[in-house]
């Protein structure tokens, strides 16, 4: 058991979960001694690096889809895989007092002016894809697709908002609650874009074993009270 507690585990985890995950593996580092290190980027990079044999035991996504392709071409475990957390999409603005928008009557494009709306890659990260579509279904994407900044994950477009690059941006809910310098001011309708699901399952060929007991934590009551703190829900019983 000894060896097994030192036995790293190596997570491949959105770049969304970084505030929230940090804090639990932190937590479960010093309950069990057992060391982890967390790659975070947008998931469509790390299912790839998976793909070409990244070493990595666990993957957490920020959408079903690129797990649903790991999980086709038997590079995780679908008896580990389970729906672990939920979250959800807001506008934000640059700075603590932004007014509060209503999306269904504003004009996004016109209040954008010469500025950017700072997204995730929208048409290969899970943030930008749930965006693009949310902003399809409310019928603001023809006046904003020429001003979107693309950034590579959501923490990236994050922190254009933040740094007063891009005036707004959309991000998910709990990215926005990272980050002091930047305001929510609407909240996607959840009919507006598909469910926003964050599985998780073991990588194939890694430390199953580590793997496996790292991901019971984070179905712990422990795990739970630190993602429902950083807002996100939590899916996983």
């Known amino acids: 058991m000894a060896a097994m507690a030192q036995a790293q585990i190596t997570v491949f985890a959105a770049a969304s979960t970084k505030t929230a995950l ?45 797990m649903d392709v790991l999980q086709q071409e038997g590079l995780v475990d679908p008896a580990s895989r389970l729906d672990l957390l939920a979250n959800r999409l807001v506008l934000i603005a640059h700075g603590t007092d932004a007014p ?10 016109g209040l954008l002016g010469e500025g950017r709306l700072a997204m995730a890659l929208t048409d290969a990260v899970p943030a930008g894809i749930y ?31 933040a740094s007063g690059e891009a005036p707004m941006g959309v991000v998910y ?8 310098r930047v305001s929510v001011i609407a ?26 007991e790292f991901l019971d934590y984070l179905r712990s009551p422990g795990a739970r009270d630190i993602f429902l703190r950083h807002g996100f829900g939590v899916l996983a019983e």
């Open 22 to 66: 940090d804090e639990a593996a932190a937590a479960y580092q010093s309950e069990t001694a057992q060391p982890v290190t967390i790659s975070y980027a947008g998931s469509p990079a790390l299912a790839r690096q998976i793909q070409l044999g990244a070493p990595a035991d666990v993957f957490l996504s920020a959408n079903p889809g690129w």
């Open 100 to 109: 509060p928008l209503d999306l269904s009557a504003a004009d996004l494009g």
């Open 131 to 161: 965006g693009k579509a949310a902003l399809s279904a409310l019928g603001h994407w023809p006046t904003v697709a020429p001003k979107v900044a693309q950034a590579a994950n959501v923490r990236a477009a994050l922190a254009l908002v």
């Open 173 to 180: 809910a709990t990215d926005a609650r990272a980050d002091s």
């Open 187 to 212: 909240e996607f309708p959840e009919g507006s874009h598909p469910p926003i699901v964050y599985p998780a399952a073991v990588v194939a060929g890694g430390n199953a074993a580590g793997a496996g």
